[in-house]
Nanobody, 126 residues
């Protein structure tokens, strides 16, 4: 599985960005997927996750109500709509896949994911 994250950039506080994560592979629909981020000097942290059919999502408290995760299985793409961005959202954002997962469970630990994209930088200026 290969993942390609895109959509990052520089935005002012209060602005919006939409990240995309395009996946290659035959069984995209069988992936639970997630977004993580890593700010300079900090550890990678969970942002959001979505089950294989989009039926369940889960967010970190820090982004709840501002970010929305979604996916389009026909396009093999996952999205992260980020609104009301804050300077503390500045980080490299990574998408990740947990393959072969039909459980409908949500996963918030990076060790629970099998494949990772290369990351896309989001910078929010104050």
């Amino acid at each position: 599985v290969q993942l390609q994250a895109s959509g990052g950039g520089l935005v002012q506080a209060g602005g919006s960005l939409r990240l995309s994560c395009a996946a290659s592979g035959r069984t995209f629909i069988a992936y639970a997927m997630g977004w993580f981020r890593q700010a300079p000097g900090k550890e990678r942290e969970f942002v959001a996750t979505i089950t294989w059919n989009g039926g369940r999502t889960h967010y970190a408290d820090s982004v709840k109500g501002r970010f929305t995760i979604s996916r389009d299985n026909a396009k093999k793409t996952m999205y992260l709509q980020m609104n009301s961005l804050k300077p503390e959202d500045t980080a490299v954002y990574y998408c990740a896949v947990r393959s072969g997962d039909w459980s409908g469970l949500v996963y918030t630990e990076s060790r629970e994911y099998d494949y990772w994209g290369q990351g896309t930088l989001v910078t929010v200026s104050s």
